[in-house]
């Protein structure tokens, strides 16, 4: 039940940012995208199943995961200016992953 949910929110979430992104406020569309809509359930559901301090510790590894998507966002923002869509994209991807990779081996070595 907990993943129709999950999938239900995600629906809802994908289709607020398709409209927005229809507007003259279509920037709005990437905060949208920020909003903790499904986190909110499972911080909830992990509090419940393994207390507090799994909640912090996630809480503490979300945060510094901002920096693979930042990142990214930046990466894209560069590669548009040569490629398409798709390239760039793609290419934000790979890096993203690379940083990514880079900081779950650095949280497991040293959590």
């Not at 993943?3 to 920037?27: E, F, P, Q, R, W």
């Not at 559901?45 to 996630?58: C, D, L, N, P, W």
């Not at 390239?87 to 991807?93: D, M, N, T, V």
Request: hydrophobic share 55%; charged share 10%.
């Amino acid at each position: 039940m907990d993943l129709i949910i999950k999938c239900v929110m995600a629906v809802i979430l994908m289709g607020i940012v398709h409209y927005i992104s229809k507007t003259d406020n279509y920037y709005i569309a990437g905060l949208v995208l920020s909003f903790p809509g499904l986190s909110i359930l499972a911080y909830y559901f992990m509090y419940i199943e393994q207390g507090a301090s799994k909640v912090r510790e996630t809480i503490y590894f979300a945060i510094v995961s901002a920096i693979p998507f930042v990142i990214f966002l930046l990466v894209l923002n560069f590669t548009l200016k040569n490629y398409n869509i798709f390239k760039s994209i793609l290419i934000s991807s790979v890096v993203w992953g690379f940083f990514a990779s880079i900081l779950i081996i650095t949280w497991k070595n040293f959590s």
